[in-house]
Structures are given as structure tokens and as C-alpha cells.
T-cell receptor, first 111, second 114 residues
Framework: DAKTTQPTSMDCAEGRAANLPCNHS???????VYWYRQIHSQGPQYIIH???NNETNEMASLIITEDRKSSTLILPHATLRDTAVYYC????????????FGAGTQVVVTP | NAGVMQNPRHLVRRRGQEARLRCSPM?????VYWYRQLPEEGLKFMVY????????ESGMPKERFSAEFPKEGPSILRIQQVVRGDSAAYFC????????????FGSGTRLTVV
């Protein structure tokens, strides 16, 4: 599976949009980009995923560049409860069950 | 609709004892995955099971660890003769099929070996 690179940490003001970048320059054609988050001591929570097109759901938006080498997760109106570690994971259709979590980005939302 | 249920939430074992961790997937989910998170480290895949079958156990330590997902009942992760290095949070996830709209994780079992 392709590896991902994320910033170690970032801060965001409550109510503002949080833009979380992820680099996956070695991604191949059959690999999806998934985002999960882990709030302290809890199990990871699925946020969103995409292949080529931008995606939006009730939690977030996912913007994937045309060359698919990077993506950005957007939390439109960050709240204190969005403080968590956010993981960008590339998943191939051959290994759906094996998510390779990296170090992720520690996001701290401040009042 | 209850989520993925893991029990116990906290488990304390003495070195050399056995630990049995249980995971009940969401209703209708037939795929179960186990992950381990060592202190201050990331989540690592351990094993992927379907009912009565182990699909991928490439992340399981070669000794002392085993997993099952019987036709009836929860999935069980079993650790024999626990050592201090087994102390970690163990998370289970389930899905109705491979891939799709992500996996639902449980709240985890925190194993402490004393």
C-alpha cells in the first residue's frame, strides 16, 4: 500500500475550518484514500473516503488533487470535540481489511 | 443499533496468565478485524476474520496469540502466557463486507499485565 505523509500537529480555532493535508505521492490507480480519527483513548472513527472525486458527508469534505498525489480533509466548522488524531490511510482493494495507520496529525481545537 | 461491543473494557492479568478479549460485531456484520495500540504508538493491524475463517493473520505475533470468530457468538482474541509487553489497547472493528464505507471500531479493551 502507498505510504502517506501528514503534519505531526496543527491547531485550529473553534468555529473555523480545519484543513488537514495528506501527501500520498505513490498512490496507485486502485487505491482509495480513507480518513479516520481517534479521540483520546477511544476507538478510531471513520470519517470519509474517496477515489478520484471530491466527497462530502455530514462530518467533512475530502478534496483529492487531480493527480491524486495529495488530498485535504476539511472540517468546515471545527468544535472542541473535533480535537483528535486524524489519520489519512491509503487502502487497496486487495487488502481492505488491513488498515495501515501512521502517526497521523494531532489536531487541537482551541476556544 | 448497538455498535461494536468489546469486553471487558479493562483487563488486568498477571504475567503468565491467559487473556481473552471479546468482540461482538455490529448486527449484520460478518467481517471482524483486530488491531493493537501499544502505549504511545500507532494502531497496528493484527488479524482479519470472517465467520469461521481467518482471512489474514499477517499481523499476529507468531506465538501465544490466536483469534477466532465462530459461527455463533463473539470473536475472541486470546493471548496465552501474557508478558508485560502485551500491555496495550486492543481494538476490534467490523464491517458488513470488505471495504465500502469504512469500518466501525469498538471502544477497545485495555490490557494491563502486572
Amino acid at each position: 500500500d502507498a505510504k502517506t505523509t501528514q503534519p505531526t500537529s496543527m491547531d485550529c480555532a473553534e468555529g473555523r475550518a480545519a484543513n488537514l493535508p495528506c501527501n500520498h505521492s505513490t498512490i496507485s490507480g486502485n487505491e482509495y484514500v480513507y480518513w479516520y480519527r481517534q479521540i483520546h483513548s477511544q476507538g478510531p472513527q471513520y470519517i470519509i473516503h474517496g477515489l478520484k472525486n471530491n466527497e462530502t458527508n455530514e462530518m467533512a469534505s475530502l478534496i483529492i488533487t487531480e493527480d491524486r498525489k495529495s488530498s485535504t480533509l476539511i472540517l468546515p466548522h471545527a468544535t472542541l470535540r473535533d480535537t483528535a488524531v486524524y489519520y489519512c490511510i491509503v487502502v487497496t482493494t486487495d487488502s481492505w481489511g488491513k488498515l495501515q495507520f501512521g502517526a497521523g496529525t494531532q489536531v487541537v481545537v482551541t476556544p | 443499533n448497538a455498535g461494536v461491543m468489546q469486553n471487558p473494557r479493562h483487563l488486568v492479568r498477571r504475567r503468565g496468565q491467559e487473556a481473552r478479549l471479546r468482540c461482538s460485531p455490529m448486527k449484520g456484520h460478518s467481517h471482524v478485524y483486530w488491531y493493537r495500540q501499544l502505549p504511545e504508538e500507532g494502531l497496528k493491524f493484527m488479524v482479519y476474520l470472517q465467520k469461521e475463517n481467518i482471512i489474514d493473520e499477517s499481523g499476529m505475533p507468531k506465538e501465544r496469540f490466536s483469534a477466532e470468530f465462530p459461527k455463533e457468538g463473539p470473536s475472541i482474541l486470546r493471548i496465552q502466557q501474557v508478558v508485560r509487553g502485551d500491555s496495550a489497547a486492543y481494538f476490534c472493528a467490523s464491517s458488513p463486507e470488505q471495504g465500502g464505507y469504512g469500518y466501525t471500531f469498538g471502544s477497545g479493551t485495555r490490557l494491563t499485565v502486572v
